[in-house]
């Protein structure tokens, strides 16, 4: 077997391997993520129920914050599932051909997307509902003389929903850092947030039952919607910009040092990133000695390829070779 054979069958393992890491990690995200739905579900009815017993704005609104992470994990969990249907002839009902050009292991990098593309789906229901909170609180704060101010039974139900989200958000940080899922790790900052307005809701209810201000309570539910929104527009702007090829520069900076601190390398003309999913790609232009040997390249592709895979954690290298135009003049 001569060395190309084996580099490249090297590579398809490599690739393989890496790729079924990344469907082990997507599927234990969504075991985990069907914990979050339970509680959320758990957490609605009881604070939607405790709201109306207990005549509660900023509760009602809490509630609805936490509807909105049952509905935005469940739109997350179905983008999840089809990204790792690997066994599945069609792509969102998309009949793929039974003959086709690309191979199933590329069009695995394309279900990788869906995770990306189902993310910036729940921001769209995200900003929703944050709009109908703001706008209900608001008519509320104009209609105080119908209004009295809320009882214990409504901080009853924002101190456990405080405690329920402080266990999601620790199983969302604990297991996503583990496995090393983005989709888990935005969780558990959603998580952390539903922490910070469940909390603020039993302080707000609280205040406002001991000094009959209730007007402390509407106000409040505005706020808990412009922080919802605020959190909506964060989680659209990150999916926006993952589908849209967008690499931290200062990452891709770091990325062209590390090459060209390779002897062989005279510089990096060009370098090109992306994401599928949590998977970064990279294609990179460099210049070389035109009398360097195709054995020279091939060993200096196979460093570059293993040092950002080990360094940056790049799932695929693409090195493309330009002779160096001031090395033919001499």
Same mark, same amino acid.
């Given at each position: 077997?001569?060395?190309?054979?084996?580099?490249?069958?090297r590579?398809?393992?490599?690739?393989?391997?890496?790729?079924?890491k990344?469907?082990?990690?997507l599927?234990?995200?969504?075991?985990?993520?069907w914990?979050?739905?339970?509680?959320?579900?758990?957490?609605?009815?009881?604070?939607?129920?405790?709201?109306?017993?207990?005549?509660?704005?900023?509760?009602?609104?809490?509630?609805?914050?936490?509807?909105?992470?049952?509905?935005?994990?469940g739109?997350?969990?179905f983008?999840?599932?089809?990204? @790792?249907?690997?066994?599945?002839d069609?792509?969102?009902?998309k009949?793929?051909?039974?003959?086709?050009?690309?191979?199933?292991?590329?069009?695995q990098?394309?279900?990788?997307?869906?995770e990306? &593309?189902?993310?910036? &789906?729940?921001?769209?229901?995200i900003?929703l509902?944050s709009?109908q909170?703001?706008?209900?609180?608001?008519?509320?704060?104009?209609?105080?003389?119908?209004?009295?101010?809320?009882?214990?039974?409504?901080a009853?139900g924002?101190?456990?929903?405080t405690?329920?989200m402080?266990?999601?958000?620790?199983?969302?940080?604990?297991?996503?850092?583990?496995?090393?899922n983005a989709?888990?790790?935005?969780?558990?900052?959603?998580s952390?947030?539903?922490?910070?307005?469940?909390?603020?809701? @039993?302080? @707000?209810?609280?205040?406002?039952?001991?000094?009959?201000?209730?007007?402390?309570d509407?106000?409040?539910?505005?706020?808990?919607?412009?922080?919802?929104?605020?959190?909506?527009?964060?989680?659209?702007?990150?999916?926006?910009?993952?589908?849209?090829?967008y690499?931290?520069p200062k990452?891709?900076?770091?990325?062209?040092?590390?090459?060209?601190?390779?002897?062989?390398?005279?510089?990096?003309?060009?370098?090109?990133?992306?994401?599928?999913?949590?998977?970064l790609?990279?294609?990179?232009?460099?210049?070389?000695?035109?009398?360097? @040997?195709?054995?020279?390249?091939?060993?200096t592709?196979?460093k570059?390829?293993?040092?950002?895979?080990?360094?940056f954690?790049?799932f695929?290298?693409? &090195?493309?070779?330009i002779?160096?135009?001031?090395?033919?003049?001499?």
């Amino acid at each position: 077997m001569n060395r190309l054979t084996k580099y490249l069958l090297r590579e398809t393992h490599h690739q393989t391997i890496e790729r079924q890491k990344e469907i082990d990690k997507l599927q234990s995200a969504i075991k985990y993520l069907w914990i979050n739905v339970s509680i959320y579900i758990l957490i609605t009815i009881i604070e939607y129920w405790l709201s109306i017993i207990g005549n509660s704005q900023a509760l009602k609104a809490d509630a609805l914050n936490n509807l909105s992470g049952v509905i935005s994990t469940g739109v997350l969990i179905f983008g999840l599932w089809e990204a @790792t249907n690997v066994n599945d002839d069609d792509i969102i009902g998309k009949q793929l051909p039974t003959k086709s050009v690309r191979s199933k292991d590329t069009l695995q990098l394309s279900r990788f997307r869906l995770e990306t &593309v189902f993310t910036l &789906v729940t921001s769209f229901i995200i900003l929703l509902i944050s709009l109908q909170i703001i706008i209900t609180g608001i008519i509320g704060l104009f209609h105080l003389e119908d209004k009295s101010s809320p009882n214990l039974m409504s901080a009853l139900g924002a101190g456990i929903a405080t405690v329920m989200m402080f266990g999601e958000f620790y199983i969302n940080r604990h297991y996503g850092k583990k496995i090393g899922n983005a989709s888990l790790m935005a969780a558990s900052k959603d998580s952390l947030g539903d922490v910070v307005t469940s909390l603020g809701t @039993t302080i @707000t209810v609280l205040i406002s039952f001991f000094l009959n201000l209730a007007w402390l309570d509407g106000a409040v539910s505005v706020l808990i919607g412009g922080f919802i929104l605020w959190q909506g527009l964060q989680i659209f702007q990150e999916s926006t910009l993952n589908l849209a090829d967008y690499v931290d520069p200062k990452l891709e900076s770091q990325l062209k040092a590390e090459v060209e601190q390779f002897k062989k390398v005279h510089k990096v003309v060009d370098l090109r990133s992306r994401y599928n999913g949590n998977l970064l790609i990279v294609d990179i232009f460099i210049m070389v000695d035109p009398k360097a @040997t195709a054995m020279e390249i091939y060993h200096t592709n196979e460093k570059i390829e293993r040092k950002l895979h080990k360094d940056f954690d790049v799932f695929d290298v693409t &090195v493309t070779i330009i002779p160096d135009p001031d090395d033919l003049k001499k």
